[in-house]
C-alpha cells in the first residue's frame, strides 16, 4: 500500500476518497522519499470525474486507494475539502506538476521512460524534454497503439530499463488503469498517467491559461473539444448534494 504517512505530505479524506495534501517546496523531498522506498509507487492527478469514479467500487478504485500520491487538480476538490473538513489543499496544474517532478528527478540524474501517443508526436515531445531536461536520463519510449502481442515485451523493456518515472500517455489501451493492471509486472519506480500531456510537449496543443485555471474554468476548453463534456454538469451537481449531504448527516 502507497498510503503512508509522511512529513512532506498530509493525507486526508474526501468522500471517502484520499487526497494528499503536499506544498510545492515538499514535492522534491517527498518524490526522494517514494524513491528510496525501491517498489512500485502510483501518482494520481486526481479531477472531480475521477473522484466520483473512485467513489464506486472496482478496479479504478482499489487503484486511487493504493497510489502514493494523489494529488488534485480541480478546484472543486480543494473547495470541497475546505467546506467538509476546513483543510486547505494544494491543487496543481496537471502540465506544472509534470515540470516540476521532471525538474525534481533531473537534478539528481534520475531516468524516464515515455509510454504513449503517436509515433511522430512522442518523438517531438522527447526531443523537447531532452533538450529542457538534458540530464534527465531517457531509457527508453515506445508508442501507444501497440498490439496485444506486444505488450508483455513492452512490460519486460520497462521492467529491465526499471526507470525511475514511467509516464504514460494516450494512446495505451485501458488509459490509466493500464498502469493498474499492470502493476506488479512493470518494476520499481513512480508511474504516472499524464493523458494528452505529450501532445503539449510536442507543441501539437495548448495548455489552458493560467487565469482560466486559476479560476476552475479550464474544463471549458475541454467541452468545446468535446461537446459532450458539457452534460458533466450532472454530475457537478450530484456531488454538490453529496458535499452538502455529507456535511449535514456523515459524522
Given amino acids: 500500500m ?10 486526508v479524506n474526501l468522500l471517502r476518497v484520499p487526497l ?19 517498489k512500485e509507487q502510483n501518482i494520481v492527478l486526481l479531477s472531480l470525474w475521477d473522484l466520483l469514479r473512485a467513489r464506486r467500487s472496482g ?29 486547505k489543499a494544494v491543487r496543481y496544474m496537471p502540465f506544472d506538476f509534470v515540470i516540476n517532478l521532471l525538474t525534481i528527478l ?8 515515455f509510454l504513449g501517443g503517436k509515433k511522430q508526436i512522442l518523438r517531438k515531445a522527447e526531443k523537447n524534454i531532452r533538450e529542457t531536461f538534458p540530464r534527465l536520463r531517457i531509457v527508453g519510449r515506445y508508442i501507444g497503439a501497440f498490439k496485444r502481442q506486444e505488450e508483455a515485451t513492452i512490460i519486460e523493456a520497462i521492467r529491465k530499463a526499471s526507470p525511475s518515472l514511467l509516464l504514460v500517455g494516450k494512446g495505451v489501451r ?8 499492470n502493476n506488479a509486472q512493470l518494476g520499481r519506480g513512480l508511474r504516472l498517467w499524464c493523458s494528452d500531456l505529450f501532445d503539449i510537449f510536442a507543441e501539437r496543443r495548448k495548455r ?12 471549458i476548453g475541454y467541452c468545446f ?5 458539457f452534460f458533466r454538469i450532472f ?17
Fill in 225 to 229: 473539444q468535446n461537446p459532450f463534456r
Fill in 235 to 251: 454530475p457537478y451537481l450530484y456531488y454538490k448534494i453529496l458535499l452538502l449531504a455529507y456535511k449535514l448527516f456523515v459524522k
Fill in 106 to 113: 533531473e537534478s539528481r540524474e534520475h531516468s524516464i521512460y
Fill in 2 to 11: 502507497g498510503n503512508t504517512t509522511s512529513p512532506a505530505r498530509e493525507r
Fill in 208 to 219: 489552458p491559461s493560467r487565469a482560466a485555471f486559476d479560476h476552475g474554468l479550464e474544463w
Fill in 174 to 181: 485501458g488509459g490509466e488503469q493500464w498502469i493498474a493492471r
Fill in 59 to 87: 478496479e479504478y478504485r482499489t487503484y486511487v486507494l493504493n497510489a502514493s500520491l494523489v494529488v488534485p487538480i480541480s478546484k472543486s476538490l480543494v473547495s470541497g475539502l475546505r467546506f467538509l473538513t476546513g483543510n
Fill in 20 to 38: 494528499d495534501i503536499a506544498a510545492p517546496d515538499q514535492l522534491g523531498p517527498l518524490v526522494y522519499e517514494l524513491l528510496a522506498f525501491g
